[in-house]
Nanobody, 125 residues
């Protein structure tokens, strides 16, 4: 069965760093674009970053540009989100997702087929 499992979330102080991981199984990982999304309480789920299947194209939401970096290791079926200079407004449940996006990636939720369970990131003193 298809699975995406996020890990690496936790409590971090403002200006701190955290690296999230998403381990995939049950599908041909290298054929799928990967997105990171987040959802804070009372807010809609929003796209944070995405990577094309090869990793050659990467997009970032304006709110995280310059602070977050997406990367993937197709040999390990894993995608990462390195988060630096964290702010309290980054607090949310973070989800990874996979979609058939051959040469591009998307920050739109409806472009993705598979979703992980989420991992909580809390930025607070």
């Amino acid at each position: 069965q298809v699975q995406l499992v996020e890990s690496g979330g936790g409590l971090v102080p403002p200006a701190g760093s955290l690296r999230l991981s998403c381990a995939a199984s049950g599908f041909t990982f290298s054929h799928y674009g990967i997105g990171w999304f987040r959802q804070a309480p009372g807010k809609e789920r929003e796209g944070v970053s995405c990577s094309s299947s090869s990793g050659g194209r990467r997009y970032y939401a304006d709110s995280v540009k310059g602070r977050f970096t997406i990367s993937r290791d197709n040999a390990k079926n894993t995608v990462y989100l390195q988060m630096n200079s964290l702010k309290p407004e980054d607090t949310a449940v973070y989800y990874c997702a996979a979609g058939v996006l051959l040469y591009n990636c998307s920050l739109a939720t409806n472009e993705y087929d598979y979703w992980g369970q989420g991992t909580q990131v809390t930025v607070s003193s």
